[in-house]
């Protein structure tokens, strides 16, 4: 009976160990297991965890997207004063029976179609002393040229601005992508240094690299569509533009014929 009871005792203690030392070493597995996991997987999380490589990429292609959206912001506001300031001054042109009254209607407005007017007019000027004796030609060739590089300078005034919003949409997912090559690297670094393909080895770099990329595209893709945007209103304002200087020739033409018109009335007496 004593004997009985000894293995009885022996068998519990035993079971007691065992049990003792498996719960302890699946209390260790998991105690590690849990510390391969990654403790946050979110946005801000992942740029703080991430490669310092990566994190210069990620900051470069957030920087890209704020001047991106600045410009728009910028460049929104100053094509709708240009746009509007034009097309007033094209109905004025339109509405003027000469040369002296678009530009007196217009003043010493500093925008581009008024500057149209002062040029035509300051050529006009300059020519004066001569057109009654060689013609109206060659003026009217020198007021076209002048308003040609006004319009001209113009546009590439309101071109500013496009040019780096159209590199930013062209290189900004090439970027992300160099990011997401680099933390793909480091991850199988990892994965060799610590000999496991363990997914909570391999997720966090993993993770890492993909916002890279995600982050490329949220810079490129709203620049593509506000390059496209701008490249069609600034065609617009050019045409306005356009119309405004073909309004002042059409003027300078008429003062040119009612200066001939005595001069053939005479002749013909």
């Known amino acids: 009976m004593r004997a009985s009871i000894f293995r009885w005792q022996a068998l519990a203690v035993f079971a007691a160990l065992a049990e003792g030392t498996f719960g302890a070493s699946a209390q260790d597995a998991g105690s590690s297991h849990a510390a391969l996991l990654p403790v946050n997987l979110s ?127 062209a290189t900004a997912p090439f970027v992300g992508l160099f990011g997401t090559v680099w933390g793909i690297m480091n991850a199988f670094i990892g994965i060799s240094e610590a000999q496991t393909t363990n997914l909570a080895v391999v997720a966090p770099g993993i993770a890492e690299a993909l916002l890279a990329t995600a982050i490329g595209l949220v810079a490129a893709i709203p620049a593509v569509v506000i390059y496209n945007i701008f490249a069609r209103a600034i065609s617009g304002y050019r045409q306005i533009l356009a119309d405004v200087a073909a309004g002042v020739e059409r003027l300078v033409s008429r003062d040119l014929d009612r200066r001939a018109a005595p001069r053939h009335r005479l002749a013909a007496e």
């Open 43 to 169: 946005p801000w999380g992942m740029f703080m965890n991430a490669d310092i490589v990566v994190k210069a990429v990620m900051v470069g292609l957030a920087f890209a997207s704020l001047v991106t959206w600045t410009i728009w912001l910028y460049k929104t506001i100053e094509l709708f004063g240009a746009r509007r300031r034009a097309e007033n001054s094209l109905v004025d042109v339109v509405h003027s029976q000469s040369l002296k009254d678009a530009a007196q209607i217009m003043g010493k407005r500093g925008d581009p179609s008024a500057l149209l007017v002062r040029a035509a007019s300051e050529e006009l000027e300059l020519s004066d002393f001569v057109v009654d004796h060689t013609g109206g030609d060659g003026l009217k060739e020198r007021v076209s040229s002048r308003l040609a590089r006004i319009e001209a300078r113009a546009g590439r005034r309101m071109t500013r601005g496009t040019g780096l919003i159209a590199t930013i949409g």
